[in-house]
């Protein structure tokens, strides 16, 4: 069965820390996973897209890393900021058709001051 | 702003009332979406519509009917709900190119209440 899991499921840290948000996922066959940050009320906006030849890619404070062997990807967010506080989602796109996007639950992280 | 605009963005409506959300792309896009988010669940996807066509109706129940007019509009037509149905309803459009699923842009959502 294609899911994406991701943990923990909810997050909190003080400003200016780092954290590290997970995504595994079973989905197969692969084209790409990207990241989605998604403030309370709003739509989710994309952060990064990779395939499957890509390791790490990183947009700003944001480093995303695929281990396709594993199949596990992660977001770690550098010397976080209050505006960081959102839900983080993993999607994975499966191969072979245009709507087969596999999203997960989402990380709920809050950054404190 | 991400270029897809939805109204209303907050929706009341009672189980007997029809209403409908909108959504408009200025992207450009050949393909539009509509999910609904519910508390701590997934993004569901409900409709899909390539090149103005209905391609993907995700099982979505009757009461729910989409309209796709040209392009760059779409709506999602409501009537009879149930309190249930209560969620975030989210557009997106994407540049499909073949199969493969092009990236992303959803408008703000649509909060729908069904008393």
């Known amino acids: 069965k294609n899911q994406v899991e991701q943990s923990p499921q909810s997050l909190i840290i003080l400003e200016g820390k780092n954290c590290t948000l997970q995504c595994n996922y079973t989905v197969s066959p692969f084209s790409n996973l990207r990241w989605y940050k998604q403030d309370t009320g709003r739509g989710p906006v994309s952060l990064t897209i990779?395939?499957?030849?890509?390791n790490t890619k990183s947009n700003g404070r944001y480093t995303a890393t695929l281990d396709a062997d594993t199949k596990q990807s992660s977001l770690h967010i550098t010397a976080s900021q209050l505006s960081d506080s959102a839900s983080y989602i993993c999607?994975?796109?499966?191969?072979?058709?245009?709507?087969?996007?596999?999203f997960g639950a989402g990380t709920r992280l809050a950054v404190h001051p | 702003e991400t270029g897809v605009t939805q109204t209303p963005r907050h929706l009341v409506m009672g189980m007997t009332n029809k209403k409908s959300l909108k959504c408009e792309q200025h992207?450009?896009?050949?393909?539009m979406y509509w999910y609904k988010q519910s508390a701590k669940k997934p993004l569901e996807l409900m409709f899909v519509y390539n090149f103005k066509e209905q391609t993907e109706n995700n099982s979505v129940p009757s009461r729910f009917s989409p309209e796709c007019p040209n392009s760059s509009h779409l709506f999602l037509h409501l009537h009879t709900l149930q309190p249930e149905d209560s969620a975030l309803y989210l557009c997106?459009?994407?540049?499909?190119?073949?199969?493969?699923?092009?990236?992303?842009?959803f408008g703000e959502g649509s909060r729908l209440t069904v008393l």
């Open positions: 999607v994975v796109s499966k191969a072979g058709g245009y709507n087969k996007l596999i």
């Open positions: 992207l450009g896009h050949n393909a």
């Open positions: 990779m395939t499957f030849s890509e």
């Open positions: 997106a459009s994407s540049q499909q190119d073949r199969e493969v699923p092009g990236e992303l842009f």
